[in-house]
C-alpha cells in the first residue's frame, strides 16, 4: 500500500497481445491513485473481483480518509467531515459491516432555521406538532417532497440489484438512464429548485427549508442540480518524501478529482490527450469549536433556554455561516448525555469562508479552542456541465466524476462498485454486462 503521491501517468506500450476471452490471465498489478473512501472503496471492490494475486497499490500523499476525518478535542475524536449515512446506503453499510464498526448511538437533539434575524422553523419535542407547523407554513408541500424522494430513492435503489448481477456502466449518462430513464440524466443540468417546483412544492418552502438543507451539506444555494446522490501499460511517476520513482501498471483508477481547482496530477503523451475536466470547486470551511454558544445572538438572553443542537441557515446575504451543529463524539458511552446549552460544548460550524474573532465572538460568549479546516469541499453545481467521463483510456478509468452527480458516500461507493465491474467485464471482454437496456427485466428474468 501506499507509496508517495503519483504525479504523471503515460502509456508505455499500447495494445500487447490479447489473449482469448476465457483464458485471459487476470491482470497483474492496478495502481488506484488516492486512498479517499473512493480510493479505498474500488481498491476492495478490485481485489473482490480480479482476485488476491492481483497485485495493487494505492497512492496517496496524505492519510487513508481524504475527506472522511475526525479532530480530537478533550481527547475525543470528532468527526469534522464526512459524517452521516442513510440506512439504505447498502454500500456504505456493508462497509460498516466488514470493518467491524459500530452505528452510534442517535443522540436526541432538534434542529431549527435561522434567517440571521429569527428562527424561520423550529422543531419541537412533538411529532404531530411539528407536522402542524410544516402544514401551517408550506401547505402540503413537505408531502410532496417526501413522494418525490421517496420515487427517486425507489429507483435509485436498482442500481444494487443490477450490481449483484455485474451489470456496469461505461459512462454516468448511461448509469442514470438505466435507473430513471432521461428524466435522471436531465436532473443532473437543472437545479433542484427546479425539480421541486414541478412538481408542486411551493417556492417558500424552497427558500425556506431546502436552502437551509443544501446550505448545510453543500454550502451552496439551491442551483445544485437535482442529484444532490488489447492491453496497454501504464507507468506511474510519484514523487514522495523518499525521491521520485515509477512503476507500471496494466490498469489505473484514479480516484481523485481532475478539475482545475483540485487537480495535481498530470497525464502525458496520450492520444488524443487527457486534460482536466470543465468546473470548479466550492471552497469550504469547517471550524470545529469548544466553547459556550452565544446564545442571545439567536434570541435566547438565557442560555438554558436555548433549545437546539443544530442549526441550519437561509440564504441570507451577509450571514457568515451556513450550518452549525453541537456535535457527540465518535465512541460515545451508555450514559453519554448532550451537553446542557449553559455548558461548554463541541460545535461544528460551517462557512463559506474563515470565520474571524469578531464572527466567532458573535456565535460563542467564549471558547477554548477552535480547530479550522478550509477546503475545496464539493464540485460547484451553478453552471450545467456534461458529466466527465468513466473511461479515460483502454484500462484507464476516473472515479471522481461521479461527483458532479451527487458528492456523497454512497455515491462514491456506488461509482468505485461500478468501475470494478466495469475494469473486470472490458478485461475479460464480457460485453453483454457492459451498457445493457431494459435491465430491470433482465435482472428480473435472470433470476
Ligand atoms: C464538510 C463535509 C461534510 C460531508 N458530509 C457528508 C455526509 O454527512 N454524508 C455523506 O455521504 N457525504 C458527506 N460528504 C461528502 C463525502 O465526504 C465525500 O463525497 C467523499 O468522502 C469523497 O471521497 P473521495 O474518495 O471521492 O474523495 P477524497 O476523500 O477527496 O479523496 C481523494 C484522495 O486523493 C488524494 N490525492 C490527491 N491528489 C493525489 C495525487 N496526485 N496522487 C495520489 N493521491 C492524490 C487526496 O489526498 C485524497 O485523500 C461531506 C463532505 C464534506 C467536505
Same mark, same amino acid.
Given at each position: 500500500?501506499?507509496?508517495?503521491?503519483?504525479?504523471?501517468?503515460?502509456?508505455?506500450?499500447?495494445?500487447?497481445?490479447?489473449?482469448?476471452?476465457?483464458?485471459? $490471465?487476470?491482470?497483474?498489478?492496478?495502481? +488506484?491513485?488516492?486512498?479517499?473512501?473512493?480510493? !479505498?472503496?474500488?481498491?476492495?471492490?478490485?481485489?473482490? =473481483?480480479?482476485?488476491?494475486? +492481483?497485485?495493487?497499490?494505492?497512492?496517496?500523499?496524505?492519510?487513508?480518509?481524504? %475527506?472522511?476525518?475526525?479532530?480530537?478535542?478533550?481527547?475525543?475524536?470528532?468527526?469534522? %467531515?464526512?459524517?452521516?449515512?442513510?440506512?439504505?446506503?447498502? =454500500?456504505?453499510? /456493508?462497509? &460498516?459491516?466488514?470493518?467491524?464498526?459500530? =452505528?452510534?448511538?442517535?443522540?436526541?437533539?432538534?434542529?431549527?432555521?435561522?434567517?440571521?434575524?429569527?428562527?424561520?422553523?423550529?422543531?419541537?419535542?412533538?411529532?404531530?406538532?411539528?407536522?402542524?407547523?410544516?402544514?401551517? #407554513?408550506?401547505?402540503?408541500?413537505?408531502?410532496?417532497?417526501? @413522494?418525490? +424522494?421517496?420515487?427517486? @430513492?425507489?429507483?435509485?435503489?436498482?442500481?444494487?440489484?443490477?450490481?449483484? #448481477?455485474?451489470? $456496469?456502466? !461505461?459512462?454516468?449518462?448511461?448509469?442514470?438512464?438505466?435507473?430513471?430513464?432521461?428524466? *435522471?440524466?436531465?436532473?443532473?443540468?437543472? !437545479?433542484?429548485?427546479?425539480?421541486?417546483?414541478?412538481?408542486?412544492?411551493?417556492?417558500?418552502?424552497?427558500?425556506?427549508?431546502?436552502?437551509? &438543507?443544501?446550505?448545510?451539506?453543500?454550502?451552496?444555494?439551491?442551483?445544485?442540480?437535482?442529484? $444532490?446522490?488489447?492491453?496497454?501499460?501504464?507507468?506511474?511517476?510519484?514523487?514522495?518524501?523518499?525521491?521520485?520513482?515509477?512503476?507500471?501498471?496494466? @490498469?489505473?483508477?484514479?480516484?481523485?478529482?481532475? =478539475?482545475?481547482? %483540485?487537480?495535481?496530477?498530470? *497525464?502525458?503523451?496520450?492520444?488524443?490527450?487527457?486534460?482536466?475536466?470543465?468546473?470548479?470547486?466550492?471552497?469550504?470551511?469547517?471550524?470545529?469549536?469548544?466553547?459556550?454558544?452565544?446564545?442571545?445572538?439567536?434570541? *435566547?438572553?438565557?442560555?438554558?433556554?436555548?433549545?437546539?443542537? !443544530?442549526?441550519?441557515?437561509?440564504?441570507?446575504?451577509?450571514?457568515?455561516?451556513?450550518?452549525? /451543529?453541537?456535535?457527540?463524539?465518535?465512541?460515545?458511552?451508555?450514559?453519554?448525555?448532550?451537553?446542557?446549552?449553559?455548558?461548554?460544548?463541541?460545535?461544528?460550524?460551517?462557512?463559506?469562508?474563515?470565520?474571524?474573532?469578531?464572527?466567532?465572538?458573535?456565535?460563542?460568549?467564549?471558547?477554548?479552542?477552535?480547530? +479550522?479546516?478550509?477546503?475545496?469541499?464539493?464540485?460547484?453545481? /451553478?453552471?450545467?456541465?456534461?458529466?466527465?467521463?468513466?473511461?479515460?483510456?483502454?484500462?484507464?478509468?476516473?472515479?471522481?466524476?461521479?461527483?458532479?452527480?451527487?458528492?456523497?458516500?454512497?455515491?462514491? $461507493?456506488?461509482?468505485?462498485?461500478?468501475?470494478?465491474?466495469?475494469?473486470?467485464?472490458?478485461?475479460?471482454?464480457?460485453?453483454?454486462?457492459?451498457?445493457?437496456?431494459?435491465?430491470?427485466?433482465?435482472?428480473?428474468?435472470?433470476?
Amino acid at each position: 500500500m501506499a507509496p508517495p503521491p503519483a504525479a504523471l501517468l503515460l502509456p508505455a506500450l499500447a495494445a500487447l497481445l490479447a489473449a482469448p476471452a476465457a483464458a485471459r $490471465a487476470p491482470p497483474r498489478s492496478i495502481a +488506484v491513485v488516492g486512498a479517499g473512501l473512493g480510493g !479505498s472503496a474500488v481498491a476492495y471492490f478490485l481485489q473482490q =473481483h480480479f482476485g488476491p494475486q +492481483v497485485q495493487l497499490d494505492v497512492y496517496e500523499p496524505a492519510g487513508v480518509g481524504g %475527506r472522511l476525518a475526525t479532530v480530537t478535542v478533550n481527547k475525543q475524536q470528532y468527526e469534522s %467531515r464526512g459524517a452521516s449515512i442513510h440506512a439504505l446506503s447498502l =454500500h456504505m453499510q /456493508d462497509f &460498516v459491516k466488514i470493518l467491524g464498526l459500530k =452505528h452510534r448511538r442517535e443522540v436526541a437533539g432538534k434542529s431549527a432555521i435561522f434567517s440571521g434575524e429569527h428562527f424561520v422553523l423550529e422543531e419541537t419535542d412533538w411529532y404531530l406538532l411539528n407536522l402542524f407547523r410544516l402544514w401551517w #407554513h408550506y401547505g402540503i408541500s413537505f408531502l410532496r417532497l417526501q @413522494m418525490w +424522494v421517496e420515487e427517486v @430513492m425507489e429507483k435509485f435503489m436498482r442500481i444494487y440489484k443490477y450490481q449483484a #448481477h455485474g451489470y $456496469a456502466f !461505461s459512462s454516468l449518462e448511461e448509469l442514470l438512464r438505466s435507473l430513471g430513464g432521461d428524466a *435522471f440524466v436531465n436532473m443532473t443540468q437543472r !437545479s433542484v429548485a427546479e425539480s421541486l417546483l414541478e412538481v408542486g412544492v411551493t417556492q417558500r418552502f424552497v427558500d425556506d427549508v431546502i436552502a437551509a &438543507v443544501l446550505r448545510s451539506s453543500y454550502g451552496q444555494s439551491v442551483l445544485v442540480p437535482a442529484f $444532490a446522490e488489447g492491453r496497454a501499460l501504464y507507468q506511474v511517476h510519484y514523487e514522495g518524501s523518499e525521491g521520485q520513482g515509477s512503476a507500471f501498471y496494466d @490498469m489505473v483508477v484514479v480516484t481523485t478529482p481532475l =478539475h482545475p481547482s %483540485r487537480s495535481n496530477f498530470t *497525464f502525458e503523451n496520450f492520444e488524443p490527450p487527457i486534460a482536466d475536466f470543465p468546473g470548479a470547486f466550492q471552497p469550504s470551511v469547517t471550524s470545529v469549536v469548544h466553547g459556550y454558544l452565544n446564545s442571545s445572538y439567536f434570541g *435566547f438572553p438565557d442560555p438554558k433556554l436555548f433549545p437546539f443542537a !443544530s442549526i441550519l441557515t437561509t440564504d441570507t446575504p451577509n450571514l457568515f455561516f451556513n450550518a452549525m /451543529d453541537n456535535i457527540c463524539p465518535v465512541n460515545i458511552s451508555a450514559a453519554f448525555r448532550r451537553k446542557q446549552p449553559q455548558e461548554a460544548a463541541v460545535w461544528r460550524v460551517l462557512s463559506q469562508q474563515l470565520l474571524d474573532k469578531q464572527q466567532l465572538k458573535t456565535l460563542f460568549r467564549s471558547y477554548y479552542s477552535v480547530q +479550522v479546516t478550509e477546503w475545496q469541499a464539493y464540485p460547484r453545481y /451553478d453552471a450545467a456541465k456534461s458529466l466527465p467521463p468513466i473511461v479515460l483510456h483502454e484500462n484507464l478509468f476516473y472515479l471522481s466524476g461521479v461527483e458532479w452527480v451527487a458528492s456523497s458516500m454512497e455515491m462514491i $461507493a456506488v461509482a468505485a462498485k461500478n468501475v470494478a465491474l466495469l475494469a473486470y467485464n472490458r478485461w475479460h471482454q464480457d460485453l453483454e454486462k457492459i451498457d445493457q437496456k431494459d435491465l430491470m427485466h433482465k435482472v428480473k428474468t435472470e433470476l
